[in-house]
């Protein structure tokens, strides 16, 4: 069992940059799944990144490809989400996500663990 802590959330300028940490308080990620996803206002939770246990496997929602970057220090029990040239439509809450099973999805549904969350909100 893991419990993940959600930071690096923050108040940004559309074309700029964040980095969300997903670290674990308790518990090891190696051996999970990781993922991100966001829920905008008003509008359903959705996935936007995903990486395989070693690292080696990425994969992305559409929106996010060639801006997001997922990856993950397992020394450091930590999954972090790169983002760059940040739009608008970006604003959500951000949440990570822990599976303890053997390939990269995203189905949410399926994902064991959450985060709290870390609100970004980026301004026009």
């Known amino acids: 069992q893991v419990q993940l802590v959600e930071s690096g959330g923050g108040l940004v300028q559309a074309g700029g940059s964040l980095r969300l940490s997903c670290a674990a308080s308790?518990?090891?990620?190696?051996?999970?799944?990781m993922a991100w996803f966001r829920q905008a206002p008003g509008k359903e939770r959705q996935f936007v990144a995903t990486?395989?246990?070693?690292?080696?496997?990425?994969d992305y929602a559409d929106p996010v490809k060639g801006r997001f970057t997922i990856s993950r220090d397992n020394a450091k029990n930590t999954v972090y989400l790169q983002m760059n040239s940040l739009k608008p439509e970006d604003t959500a809450v951000y949440y990570c996500a822990a599976d303890l099973t053997l390939f990269p999805h995203s189905s949410q549904d399926e994902y064991d663990y959450w985060g709290q969350g870390t609100q970004v909100t980026v301004s026009s």
């Open positions: 990486i395989s246990r070693s690292g080696s496997n990425t």
């Open positions: 308790t518990g090891t990620l190696r051996a999970y799944i």
